[in-house]
């Protein structure tokens, strides 16, 4: 059973359009993020959620807007996409740091290769 | 904020020869986590450390939290192919009661035929 799962894997569209990517995570986890991965490979935390309440946003356009229906859901939405949208986003989740703490890691996702044309 | 130095950014190596990356910081870390990230795939936990001078390996890999706490690195004894990929050194700290893992930029291995 795939852990951390995202849908769609790839995503064209139009910029202007309006998209959603689904993440799911069967391990039982408290806390759930969005990255985005550019095209240097940099990886930077968006949003973290933990019990489907948001706990880090961190300098992201509004137009991105995580939805956690429960704890073991993250999507996020995406309105009016720009050409630098273009990236790989991966959810992963892991549990909840205020009680793991320093013995904390992350399960990843395998990722969705957005292009915005 | 804090901010972590990983290099290199890029190896290009022979099989069989070792690996060696770091991070580094100015602040103190609490614990340091080494990432690997296959092609087309989510980065996978290799190693974790919790606590100043530990040195943990995992097969071929090897890390070390540093004295000061404030850098780890990642050795690969004779690398196989399956070795590529991109290594993400993480580090997390206690700011105000709240914990936060912060990430370097990434050491991208690429081995040479």
């Known amino acids: 059973d795939t852990a951390v799962s995202q849908t769609p894997k790839y995503l064209v569209t139009q910029m202007g359009n309006d998209k959603s990517i689904k993440c799911e995570q069967n391990?039982?986890?408290?806390?759930m993020y969005w990255y985005k991965q550019d095209s240097k490979k940099f990886l930077k935390i968006m949003f973290s959620y933990n019990n489907k309440e948001l706990i880090i946003n961190e300098t992201v356009p509004n137009r991105f807007s995580p939805k956690s229906p429960d704890k073991a859901h993250l999507n996020l939405h995406i309105n009016s996409l720009e050409l630098g949208d273009s990236a790989v986003y991966f959810c992963a989740s892991s549990q909840d740091l205020r009680t793991s703490g320093l013995y904390n890691e992350q399960f990843f996702g395998p990722g969705t290769r957005l292009t915005v044309l | 904020g804090q901010q972590l130095n990983q290099s290199p950014q890029s190896m290009f190596i022979q099989e069989g020869e070792d690996v060696s990356m770091n991070c580094t910081s100015s602040s103190i870390f609490n614990t340091w986590l080494w990432y690997k990230q296959d092609p087309g795939e989510g980065p996978v936990l290799l190693i974790a450390?919790?606590?100043a001078g530990e040195l943990t390996s995992n097969g071929r890999l090897t890390a070390q939290f540093g004295i000061t706490r404030k850098d780890s690195f990642l050795n690969i004894s004779a690398s196989i192919p399956s070795d590529v990929g991109i290594y993400f050194c993480?580090?997390?700290?206690?700011?105000?009661?709240?914990?936060?893992?912060?990430w370097g930029a990434g050491t991208k291995l690429i081995i040479k035929p």
């Open positions: 391990l039982g986890h408290d806390t």
């Open positions: 993480a580090g997390l700290v206690v700011v105000d009661s709240n914990y936060q893992l912060i």
């Open positions: 450390l919790y606590k």
